[in-house]
């Protein structure tokens, strides 16, 4: 009876412990980071550049949660005429496992992580413990 009442008693407190886990925050510790080397900062068309990069963010940011957890992305770099200067395309991706909020606040992180660090870069990659947020100005497929 004694080895049930210890077995009985692991079995919760690997539930207890396993339920925690889930109620953790999403895994943003940056397992690789790189910025692609050409920049944008110094044009005069900066701004638009920045814009629509913002607009990559946001848009992975709101969508690759409910995407099935990846999801790509493109938006022109337009000026203030209309006319179309540069694409960027993006892509989001989270750890399959974490819930929806996690896989957006990993990418909030990932974004933040990215102005940081390549603030004017043409293209980024973050990869983050639970999260993959990628841009370039050219078409790219992650595997």
Not at 66 to 74: A, E, L
Request: hydrophobic fraction near 35%; aromatic fraction near 14%; glycine fraction near 8%.
């Amino acid at each position: 009876m004694g080895s049930f009442k210890r077995i009985a008693t692991l079995v919760l407190v690997l539930f207890y412990l396993s339920d925690k886990v889930a109620e953790s925050d999403p895994d943003t510790t940056v397992v690789y980071f790189g910025c692609n080397a050409q920049d944008f900062s110094g044009w005069p068309d900066e701004s638009y550049y920045h814009n629509a990069l913002e607009q990559v963010f946001h848009d992975l940011i709101t969508q690759t949660p409910i995407s099935g957890y990846s999801h790509y992305c493109t938006f022109q770099v337009e000026n203030g005429n209309g006319l179309t200067l540069d694409t960027f395309y993006g892509h989001g991706a989270c750890n399959g496992e974490i819930e929806i909020s996690y896989c957006a606040n990993c990418l909030i992180a990932a974004a933040g992580l990215s102005r940081n660090n390549c603030p004017s870069n043409m293209g980024a990659t973050f990869q983050l413990g639970d999260c993959r947020l990628r841009y370039e100005t050219y078409q790219f497929t992650d595997q």
